[in-house]
T-cell receptor, first 110, second 112 residues
Framework: SQQGEEDPQALSIQEGENATMNCSYK?????LQWYRQNSGRGLVHLIL?????REKHSGRLRVTLDTSKKSSSLLITASRAADTASYFC??????????FGQGTRLTINP | DTEVTQTPKHLVMGMTNKKSLKCEQH?????MYWYKQKAKKPPELMFV???????INESVPSRFSPECPNSSLLNLHLHALQPEDSALYLC???????????FGPGTRLLVL
């Protein structure tokens, strides 16, 4: 079953601009993760934010979590062509089942 | 070593073939996972092994048979697949339950 919904489904911006992606989920969580997937390849873990955290930074990435609204956002600042990828949020259903959102396909135009 | 490796990278098989996908990690992770991903869709969990024992089977058809020979290896045996099983098959590992998962590059499977 679908745990996370993401929007937008697709986002196209110019290099150097900021990109924001949003994720909503349905059940209570201990943490929420964001992953990146380059075209047709494996997923790379970007950041994990725990339910007692509201904001977390990693390099050019900023993630927020609002447990009252069951939503999270991923901000990529000063985007680069290499950031072109699909981005997925993911939460756990139970102890081991990681469920991914539908993903946002991000295109950075030079 | 923070890498999960998968072989083969690509696989084409007929519906009567038997083949196996292999996954290996040397990070000392005790949880390993198989996911299936169709084009433009998110990965969907198939199986979870925890301490080399199958802990989750997401109602996957029996034509997919997982195996965990030891703590570093995970196999997925394929038999009598259907064309709709064509997809990217991803392996992942993690230290324990609700932790970061490390993914391999995937095996792109085409069933003819």
């Amino acid at each position: 079953s679908q745990q996370g919904e993401e929007d937008p489904q697709a986002l196209s911006i110019q290099e150097g601009e900021n990109a924001t992606m949003n994720c909503s989920y349905k059940t209570s969580i201990n943490n929420l993760q964001w992953y990146r997937q380059n075209s047709g390849r494996g997923l790379v873990h970007l950041i994990l934010i725990r339910s007692n955290e509201r904001e977390k930074h990693s390099g050019r990435l900023r993630v927020t979590l609002d447990t009252s609204k069951k939503s999270s956002s991923l901000l990529i600042t000063a985007s680069r062509a290499a950031d072109t990828a699909s981005y997925f949020c993911a939460t756990f259903q139970g102890a081991q089942k990681l469920v991914f959102g539908q993903g946002t396909r991000l295109t950075i135009n030079p | 070593d923070t890498e999960v490796t998968q072989t083969p990278k690509h696989l084409v098989m007929g519906m009567t073939n038997k083949k196996s996908l292999k996954c290996e990690q040397h990070m000392g992770h005790r949880a390993m996972y198989w996911y299936k991903q169709k084009a433009k869709k998110p990965p969907e969990l198939m199986f979870v092994y925890s301490y080399e024992k199958l802990s989750i089977n997401e109602s996957v058809p029996s034509r997919f048979s997982p195996e965990c020979p030891n703590s570093s290896l995970l196999n997925l045996h394929l038999h009598a697949l259907q064309p709709e099983d064509s997809a990217l098959y991803l392996c992942a590992s993690s230290r324990a339950g609700q932790e970061t998962q490390y993914f391999g590059p995937g095996t792109r499977l085409l069933v003819l």
